[in-house]
């Protein structure tokens, strides 16, 4: 039985056959006839945005905190080249996405008619896979096969580029069944050979470390459950990649905290100290690393990742396994225990006396104030009084989003929509929107920095016109903290453009476009105000003045290795190498 | 390197190749890649090479299976053997691409290029273009009263050796293919 429809009521039916319940888009001329269709049916949500670039990290929101991709529509030129962003930061983080782009007609195409843009050129270097659709007998079987990309193997955003005429004519719809089945499978089964190597070096390390990342979290909840099993049962240390937190949970008793640039003390020198890496779903990247011919130099080194072309990247590794990380995690968990469940116990005391021992350097640890709200101070309130909520976090980029990283706790994955591959700035806001349409009963807090918040603050109306509580909470130090820490360690103090001035009144802001507006800029206030903001039903700007000029730490300068770590204000004012600063 | 003194050969990957994929020799590598031959896919294959800042020294491309709508690329690439295996990686991450083979470590292969010369001239000029032409195998594809086509086949080095010795005969137009390649033996 063949069904036949025009171009505009097939994308919304494969939408429907996809079980999408929610797009996040924005119309304009080459997508009205869509547009139209979504008019005359209820199953789909559209939740219009104010600007593109924040549908598309809405949806990332939606698709990072339910592990279903996300579904954006925009018109042609204008609507898609706003798009840009939020596809780029979807390949980096590894977000599947369907992107749905209107185009003129066919006939006009290379006409530079109104509003074209070449999007599938623009679009080639910053999704997984694209289509332009020619042919409306194509359109359902295209839809379909680009949500089999998205999703498959190493998750990504994948945009289809679809032309108005194609929208207007009828043509043949592919059921999901019926749409030919792509070659594109990615292997999921790790190689048993490699696998066993790993067992082997398992039961023989001294000094083992689980480096976990995104790509746990990726591959479902099986794999954080599974990892945890790992953990458990061998008592190796972990740390985590900013992506990957919550895969482990933070309360987890092998938990070393988070690693890298910005990582605990314990993480870092626990990897620079092992004799056995095992890298679960991350890709060593320059965030992580440092600097590479001083990364973990006695090592033994296994990688896990269903992209192959991860595995060499940046570091040579001594055991690459290709696969999905649920999948080798059983095969790993399967192969140890029947060798008699082996560790090196007295080297695993030793190393966790030496990792005992870092722990109590407290990395942390910063000077209290009772005068100003200290951001750490801030986030530490925040977690304590937030912390028993069905909670989930986004963040915005700058030192405020390392600082969540490090004194907010995730018990569980899919709980931290931050953008870590690209570092968007405004980032944050659109995605707390987009769990909060996934998850309308959960507390969702964006926390951000002034100046990232300002980058898509046009979202509130967003917000209240769908009465979705979702919680501004911003660190507002009024700078690009971020910058101007950089400028004051490696640039001699030139704090070159990165004071935020001109600030709105957040709290009028708010008010103005319905919202409430919270404004606290005492310590004593703290704990009232955290609370009147979660006890709001409705979106909330909470402006938390905090110190200005509170610098981040523990901080891994550029260039530097692992075992070079900046520990508190000890680095403040005395003279810094400089030769990092060529690195970003 | 490690304590643990980890047994290598486990895998299939090429971590496990004997060579140091460290060494910053530069490597001349000449790939196949199958691919579905859809819109835009040799500008997914070409803007992986420039967007990841690979060298291209040769490439050609025509559909090889009219039914299926498959094409072969072949590309000739330098780089140290591990950006040859990264490029080897991203390739196959392609969603279109269907192969990458390495004919340069995969076993003996064949290599062979065509161009086409053309050469102008008159007297011994004339005269000497046409013997060394015989000699290299070229065929002569056109004709004037002052000028030949020469078409001439084979591996790039032999056209290069070619053409340096038609340059001082009137050299003054070349069009070559790029190199085509496969493997010997029977798969
Ligand atoms: C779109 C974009 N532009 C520029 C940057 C560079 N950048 C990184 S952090 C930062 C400052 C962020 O300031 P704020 O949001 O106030 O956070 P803070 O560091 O003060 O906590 C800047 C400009 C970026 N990451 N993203
Ligand atoms: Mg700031």
């Known amino acids: ?584 | 390197m490690s304590e643990l003194k980890i047994k290598k050969g486990a895998t299939s990957h090429s971590a496990y190749e004997l060579r140091n994929p460290n060494a910053n020799v530069i490597e001349k590598h000449t790939l196949a890649v199958v691919v579905d031959n859809e819109a835009g896919v040799l500008a997914r294959v070409i803007g992986l090479f420039s967007g990841r800042g690979y060298n291209i020294e040769s490439l050609t491309v025509a559909e090889i299976d009219h039914t299926g709508h498959r094409s072969r690329i072949t590309v000739v690439t330098t780089g140290t053997p591990a950006v040859i295996e990264q490029i080897k990686a991203q390739l196959g991450r392609i969603v279109p691409v269907h192969e990458v083979h390495d004919l340069t470590t995969e076993g003996p292969s064949v290599e062979r290029e065509l161009a086409l010369f053309k050469v102008s001239g008159t007297g011994d000029k004339r005269v000497e273009a046409l013997r060394l032409a015989d000699i290299f195998r070229a065929n002569v594809v056109d004709s004037t009263l002052h000028s030949f086509v020469f078409e001439i086949t084979g591996v790039p080095e032999k056209i290069d050796a070619f053409a340096e010795l038609m340059r001082p005969l009137g050299l003054s137009e070349v069009a070559r293919t790029g190199v085509a390649a496969l493997s010997r033996g029977k798969d």
């Open chain 1, 1 to 584: 039985m063949t069904r036949q429809m025009t171009g505009a009521k097939m994308i919304v039916q494969a939408l429907k056959d996809q079980g999408v319940d929610t797009v996040f888009g924005y119309p304009g001329g080459a997508v009205l006839p869509i547009y139209d269709e979504i008019f005359l049916q209820n199953d789909i949500h559209h939740i219009l945005v104010r600007h593109e670039q924040g549908a598309v990290h809405a949806a990332e929101g939606y698709a990072r905190s339910t592990g279903k991709p996300g579904v954006v529509l925009v018109t042609s030129g204008p609507g898609a080249t706003n798009a840009v962003t939020g596809l780029t930061d979807a390949l980096l983080d590894s977000i599947p996405l369907v992107v749905l782009t209107g185009q003129v007609p066919t006939f006009m195409i290379g006409t530079d008619g109104f509003q074209e843009a070449d999007t599938i050129g623009i679009t080639r270097p910053c999704t997984k896979h694209n289509w332009l659709v020619k042919d409306t007998d194509d359109l359902s079987q295209v839809i379909h096969q680009a949500f089999h990309v998205a999703t498959s193997g190493r998750p990504g955003p994948v945009l289809v580029d679809i032309p108005k005429d194609v929208q207007f004519a009828n043509g043949t719809y592919s059921e999901k069944k019926d749409a030919k089945t792509s070659h594109y499978q990615p292997r999921l089964k790790g190689d048993i050979d490699a696998i066993t190597a790993l067992v082997d070096a398992m039961e023989k390390a001294e000094r083992p470390v689980f480096y976990t990342g995104g790509g746990v979290i990726n591959s479902g909840p099986a794999a954080s459950q599974l990892l945890r099993e790992l953990v458990d049962a061998t008592d190796f240390p972990i740390t985590s990649t900013l992506m990957g937190l919550g895969a482990y949970p933070a309360s987890g008793k092998n938990w070393l905290g988070m690693l890298g640039m910005h990582g605990l003390y314990e993480a870092n020198l626990a990897m620079h100290g092992c004799d056995l890496m095992i890298n679960i779903g991350a890709r060593f990247d320059d965030r992580i690393t440092g600097r590479l011919d001083a990364f973990s130099p006695g090592s033994a080194k296994a990688h896990i990742d269903i992209d192959p072309s991860s595995i060499n990247k940046v570091i040579q590794v001594d055991i690459p396994i290709i696969g999905d990380v649920a999948h080798v995690l059983e095969d790993i968990l399967r192969i140890w225990k029947s060798r008699g469940r082996k560790v090196n116990k007295s080297g695993l005391k030793n190393w966790q006396n030496q990792i005992t021992q870092w722990k109590a350097v407290n990395c942390l640890d910063y000077a209290p104030s009772t005068k100003a709200i200290k951001p750490q101070y801030a986030l530490q309130r925040l977690e304590e009084l937030t912390k028993g909520h069905d909670r989930y976090i986004t963040t915005e980029v700058g030192q405020h989003q390392m600082w969540a990283a490090q004194y907010l706790t995730f018990e569980a994955p899919n709980r931290l929509m931050t953008s870590g591959g690209l570092g968007t700035m405004g980032y944050g806001f659109p995605a707390s929107i987009g769990v909060q349409m996934a998850h309308p009963d959960a507390l969702v807090i964006n926390v951000a920095g002034e100046a990232s918040w300002q980058m898509n603050m046009q979202e509130m109306g967003t917000a209240t016109q769908y009465r979705l509580p979702v919680k501004q909470f911003i660190l507002n130090n009024e700078r690009l903290g971020m910058v101007r820490q950089w400028q004051q360690l490696l640039h001699g103090e030139r704090y070159s453009q990165s004071w935020s001035e001109s600030l709105p009144d957040f709290v009028k802001l708010a008010e103005a476009f319905g919202a409430k507006g919270i404004l606290c800029s005492d310590p004593a206030d703290l704990d009232d105000a955290i609370m009147e903001m979660i006890n709001h039903d409705g979106p909330v700007i909470f402006d938390c003045v905090v110190e200005k000029h509170e610098n981040l730490y523990p901080m891994i300068l550029s260039g530097k290795p692992h075992n070079e770590m900046l520990l508190g204000d000890a680095a403040d004012g005395d003279g810094i190498q400089s030769d990092g600063a060529v690195l970003v």
